[in-house]
């Protein structure tokens, strides 16, 4: 099995190397989900029990049907427990819904052993089945007729996919269940990377009942995790969860997390001084005061009293989503030279105030593959700019783009700079804000020119930046790009057995792609978050997921 996974990133590449050798060993108490062996006890200064209250925006959604981005991901991060999950210490995956898993010699089939007694949160037991269910769920455009999933290309590449999801099919036949404790994976072709992609927070068991009744389950998610619903989502209000004490692994520490959603993060940053917020993410204006208030994390994701300003890393990438399929924004020249006028080292160090990095590839620093620089019109030169609108408009007359994005968030901030920059090379650009929810629902559907964007690695490896953003039918392919050349090169990397010879694919793709520049990447993000003074321990992996059950509040 080890010869068909790679390790590619450990916590020290988000730090860029400078972690000090004692530092590992500070993280070693954060241990893993569901890992009695990795448990964090208390510690003597931290209390069992409370209720931590954490700031979110109103998800997508919080059922795992959809889970697509971090703030619904955050929720049913807790509620739900996935086959496997990355160990950002070792800088490996490993078994957590599973004891363990085997796989053949050409990678094209999957066995896990999943743990034997654990139940859902309605007591059911949890089998082999309610897999099988969870992931047929996420691709079945009936469970949901209104929105169907945007995440099924997740499971693209097991066998009976395509039948599946073209109603050809009742079942997904390459995954079966030889008994309640075994579920087997089939593949259409080799994937050695498949157990990354089982780690997703969305590819878990749900219990029948799931089935029945969709509006029901889609706000009181049903789980396995470690945290289970307090009645319903209240839709942007609240999202409540509680302790779930017949949990498999260790119990969480705290008796609940109170999701608090604000309309943006300027407001919710005013309740965390307020003292009533415990998590919350910073204004990128206030990154400054936060730091000397509130002391920075030494290692940039664990945080404790004195030292509670997150600012790690993150395998995640901020960029302009591009519908390429409409003029001006199918001329290629156009696009590069968009990129070109941008200044992204001004968003970084004026906005965020140095803690972000300007970006150089859509694939960030951290993950196996990542070559610097192999983007080549993400560099700042507005010279060359105005060099391609002059050949492409030689008579002058640049058209007005429509630039889309929400305002919360520091959005607004970053917007700007990009505005500003594209005045400078002639190009105006008009705004055109909206709530994210509902732009994410435009970008699907192809309506909208150029907007913000931005991807948090959902298992970190390079195909996670090219075959989500780049392959034709994929639902997170905004950029409406139809490229049959693209497509088979993403297909014949993931059928690549070894690990060298597969990255150095993905590499090759990587830089045609930059060179079309099918999308403008902007910066590479870094956490942004900030603990209260009553947390005794809080971390915030890399991927932005907080495993609450491990956290505990100051002793009274």
Not at 33 to 42: F, I, M, Q, R, V
Not at 167 to 189: F, I, R, S, W
Not at 253 to 271: H, M, P
Not at 494 to 512: G, M, P, V
Request: aromatic share 12%; charged share 25%; glycine share 8%.
């Amino acid at each position: 099995m080890a010869e068909f996974m790679n390790k590619p990133m450990g916590r020290r590449a988000f730090v860029g190397g400078a972690l000090a050798t004692g530092v590992l060993g500070v993280l070693a108490g954060c241990g893993q989900k569901g890992n009695p062996s990795a448990a964090g006890s208390t510690s003597g200064e931290g209390a069992s029990g409370g209720t931590l209250r954490y700031y979110i925006n109103n998800p997508v959604s919080i059922d795992p049907y959809n889970l697509m981005e971090d703030q619904g991901t955050q929720v049913g991060f807790q509620l739900f427990d996935s086959l496997t999950q990355y160990d950002f210490e070792k800088g490996e995956i490993k078994a957590l819904a599973c004891d363990s898993w085997e796989v053949n010699d050409d990678a094209t089939e999957f066995t896990f052993h999943l743990k034997e007694g654990t139940t859902f949160h309605n007591g059911d037991t949890v089998v082999a089945a309610d897999w099988k269910r969870g992931w047929e769920r996420i691709l079945n455009p009936e469970t949901n007729p209104e929105s169907p999933s945007g995440i099924g290309y997740h499971l693209a590449m097991v066998d009976g996919y395509d039948a599946f999801t073209a109603g050809e099919a009742d079942e997904l036949t390459g995954v079966t269940c030889p008994d309640d404790n075994t579920l087997v994976v089939k593949l259409a072709y080799s994937y050695a990377d498949f157990p990354y992609v089982a780690s997703h927070p969305a590819l878990v068991p749900v219990p029948e009942v799931a089935l029945e009744d969709f509006q029901t389950f889609f706000l009181s998610p049903i789980g396995n995790g470690p945290f289970k619903m307090d009645g319903n989502w209240e839709d942007g209000q609240y999202i409540n969860i509680v302790r779930y004490d017949d949990y498999y692994g260790d119990k969480a520490i705290l008796d609940g997390v109170n999701f608090v959603i604000q309309k943006d993060v300027e407001t919710a940053y005013r309740e965390f001084q307020a003292g009533n917020l415990d998590v919350c993410d910073v204004p990128a204006t206030q990154i400054p005061d936060a730091r000397e208030t509130y002391g920075e994390s030494e290692d940039g994701y664990t945080a404790t009293p004195d030292h509670q300003l997150l600012l790690g890393g993150e395998p995640s990438t901020y960029y302009l989503t591009i519908n390429c399929a409409q003029a001006p924004w199918d001329n290629v020249k156009f696009r590069q030279a968009v990129s070109m006028a941008i200044n992204r080292e001004a968003i970084c160090e004026e906005v965020f105030h140095g803690t972000r990095t300007p970006a150089d590839n859509i694939v960030p620093p951290g993950i196996a593959g990542y070559e610097e620089g192999v983007w080549p019109y993400c560099k700042f030169d507005q010279d060359a700019a105005k060099a391609l609108l002059e050949e492409i408009y030689p008579d002058g007359n640049y058209p007005t783009i429509t630039l889309t994005y929400n305002q919360d968030g520091g959005h607004k901030e970053i917007m700007d700079v990009v505005m500003a920059s594209l005045k400078e090379v002639g190009i105006e650009a008009e705004a055109d804000t909206n709530e994210w929810a509902t732009i994410l629902n435009r970008y699907s559907s192809g309506d909208y020119e150029i907007g913000r964007c931005g991807w948090v690695a959902d298992y970190p490896i390079m195909d996670n930046f090219m075959y989500p953003l780049f392959f034709s039918t994929s639902g997170d392919n905004y950029s409406q790009i139809g490229d049959d050349a693209i497509d088979a090169a993403l297909l014949e990397a993931r059928a690549t057995i070894d690990d060298d010879e597969r990255i150095a694919k993905y590499q090759k793709l990587d830089a045609e792609l930059g060179e079309q520049c099918w999308m403008i990447p902007l910066m590479f993000y870094t956490h942004t978050t900030v603990v209260g003074d009553n947390v005794a321990k809080f971390y915030l992996d890399p991927q932005k997921k907080a495993d609450m059950s491990k956290t505990e509040l100051v002793s009274a």
